[in-house]
């Protein structure tokens, strides 16, 4: 049993690239969501799904894009990286509201 | 405005004692609380819940205390043991009915458990 999976799980990009953070879940769960940790603070929300087709905003979504065309899969777009996306996204996946939340490894992404 | 806090960065205990990890919010609409516990190089895994109807929830060693007068949670584990060290972030969530699905989180805390 896989449950969320990201790639990659490291990735060095220059200012301007852009890039996606692939993630998929085989848990058949309806809500996903994409978190980035930055170094001695916690989670922050960047954008959610609460099924196919349909996304909205968390906390701090400027510079990333998402979609959500299949149950398994949310994929992250960062376009035109900056230093500032320096950072550990996480992906987690939860099978409807009041349910917990897995997590996803992380993927280290560092913008020089 | 960090609306979940965890004000020690870390914390040490002894193999065998109690460890107790304390949380602190502002936001008087969160009605839902988590704890999730997280190794290096891993993703967070969920450890324990409270409802704010509750003012306790116990799951085996894991013990979740809350004070909604004083907008203060806590986290006991007993008997602490060298596996249980790790980051803990508290979490919080404001809807209703444990919408979970939006997530406030605070910056953690290293317990570190000392054989």
């Known amino acids: 049993n896989a449950g969320v999976t990201q790639t990659p799980k490291f990735r060095i990009l220059k200012i301007g690239q852009s890039m996606t953070l692939q993630c998929t879940q085989d848990?058949?769960?309806?809500?996903m969501y994409w978190y980035r940790q930055d170094p001695g603070m916690g989670l922050k929300l960047i954008y959610y799904?609460?099924?196919?087709?349909?996304?909205d905003k968390g906390e701090v979504p400027n510079g990333y894009n998402v979609s959500r065309s299949t149950t398994e899969d949310f994929p992250l777009r960062l376009e035109l990286a900056a230093p500032s996306q320096t950072s550990v996204y996480f992906c987690?996946?939860?099978?409807?509201?009041?349910?917990?939340?897995?997590f996803g490894e992380g993927s280290r992404l560092t913008v020089l | 405005d960090q609306q979940v806090k965890q004000n020690s960065p870390s914390l040490s205990v002894q193999e065998g004692r109690i460890s107790i990890l304390n949380c602190d919010y502002t936001?008087?609409?969160?009605?839902?609380f988590l704890w999730y516990k997280k190794y290096p190089a891993e993703g967070p895994t969920f450890l324990i819940s409270?409802?704010?109807?509750?003012d306790k929830n116990e799951d085996g060693r894991f013990t979740v205390f809350l004070n909604k007068s004083a907008k203060h949670l806590s986290l006991h584990i007993v008997p602490s043991q060298p596996g249980d060290s790790a980051v803990y972030f508290c979490?919080?969530?404001?809807?209703?009915?444990?919408?979970?699905?939006?997530?406030?989180f605070g910056k953690g805390t290293l317990l570190t458990v000392n054989p």
């Open positions: 987690a996946s939860s099978y409807s509201r009041g349910w917990e939340l897995f």
């Open positions: 848990m058949n769960h309806n809500y």
């Open positions: 799904s609460v099924g196919a087709g349909i996304t």
């Open positions: 936001n008087s609409m969160f009605d839902y």
């Open positions: 409270i409802s704010s109807i509750k």
């Open positions: 979490a919080a969530s404001a809807g209703g009915g444990g919408s979970n699905y939006k997530l406030t």
